[in-house]
Every structure is written in C-alpha cells, then in structure tokens.
C-alpha cells in the first residue's frame, strides 16, 4: 500500500513538472504549421574588420525562412526583403540576398570618408514566421540599417500569405467592395483616440496627404483583428519612431468578406 502511494506521487508529480513548461514566446508560437521551413542566415564582414567585434566594424546579417517546396513564396520573399533597404545597385536583375549583404560591404569601401572617419556601415535584416494557422502564413520583415548620415533607419512590413491560393493577402481580399471609406472612417477615430486627439483636431502635423487620415497596406492578420503599422517618416517624424494602429474584428466585422483567411477568428 505505501509503495503504490508513493509511484502515485511520483507520477502526479511528473505530470505536473511537464504541465509547467515556461509558455513559448509570440514569435515562437505559430499554432499548427502547414509549411515546412527551415531558417538560413547569411553574415559578411569588411576586410578591415580584423578581430573587431560586430558591433565596431562594417558588417551585414541576413535571417529568413526557406519554405520547402515553395518557390513562389520563397522568391516572394527574397524580393520583399531586397526592398526593405538600399545599399547600392541591388535591384538588377536576378539580385539575391547574398548579393544584398554584399552590397553593403562594396558600399562601404567604395566610401572612403567612411573609413577615413572609421565610421561603420550594418545591415541586420530578418523575416520571421509571426503565425501560421490553416491557410494563413503571417511573416514580418525589417531590421536596421546604417550606411552613413546622422542616424540608421529602422522599418518593419508584413506578409500575410495565402497557403492556399500562393499569394499574399491585400486589404481587397478581405473586404467587401466599397469598404475603404468606411474603413478610414473606423480606423480614424482609433488613430484619434490612440494619439489623444480630439474629432476636429488637425492632422497637419502629421505627414498624411493633405492632412487627410489614410491607412496604409502595412497589416497583420491576428486573431482579435488586424494591427497595422506606418513605419518612420511615414507619418511622423524619425524621432517619434513608428506608429501602430489596431483594429479589432468587432468593429469592422460588417465589412469582411465570407469565407476568406480571417473568418476563422470570427465569432
């Protein structure tokens, strides 16, 4: 009796143990994959780096996913990051992302008032698998990147994919036709609210089109509603970074198409 007593402990005790594993991060927690994929990374540095750590010398880092069997979405993406950021000639034809990372280190030596000054250049650029759930692949692309002046630039986009179709997502296939005004509309006043603006207040601080509230394309597909992203000099200036405006499902229910990636978070 008292031994069975004890294995009794010892496997509640077990169980417990594996019921407490530390929760994974957002990143890291995609939900049921669908897409087989495996991260590759490429690393340059200058010549004169010598024995000089990353952070002091010129060098460029690239991370992405490479999707198995999946050469629409693969070349997708390499054009997508070739566009987050510009170091010299690398929108030539069959550009890839070695010769990005390359081009960082040619722009580099082809400054010499940057050597003169032992000022250094970086790229650190990445895409990641936010979330993957039935037909849906969302991934988000950015970095930093510095090739002189008085500061890098920092930006950040998003790809939500289709598994199914092999495209990527726009606001047109999630909506109904005629939606953009009243889209605007809804997404003003949470731009208001979130910038602690009153309803007449003037946008003309803001770098809007004739002062006039606009969204962007710059979305991710969540489970509560759709995040959207203006990245600096967008709307705002550098110094104010970049701005995120959420739109839960609950307030543009009414204008979303049946049937498409997002009616499976819809209650």
Sequence with gaps: MKWRYI???????????????PAKSQAQSTGKDTLSYVYKTIKKRAGDCGVKPDSSCTTAAIAYPAFAGQKVLNDSLRNKLLQVFY???KEKKGASLEDLAQSVITSYQEDTS???????YSLDLSAVVRRQDSSLLVLELGGYAFSGGAHGSSQTFYVNWNTKSGKQISLDDLFTDGYTPTLNNIAEKIFRNDEKLSDNASLDHYFFDKGVFSLNNNF???????DFLYNEYEIKSY???QTTLFIPYAQIKSLLRPKTVVSQYLK
């Design 87 to 89: 170091f010299g000639d």
């Design 7 to 21: 294995l009794i402990c010892i496997l509640a005790a077990g169980f417990c143990g594996c019921r407490q594993q």
């Design 220 to 226: 991710m597909i969540t489970p509560t509603g759709l």
């Design 239 to 241: 110094a104010e970074g």
């Design 114 to 120: 940057a050597i003169h000054y032992g000022m250094s």
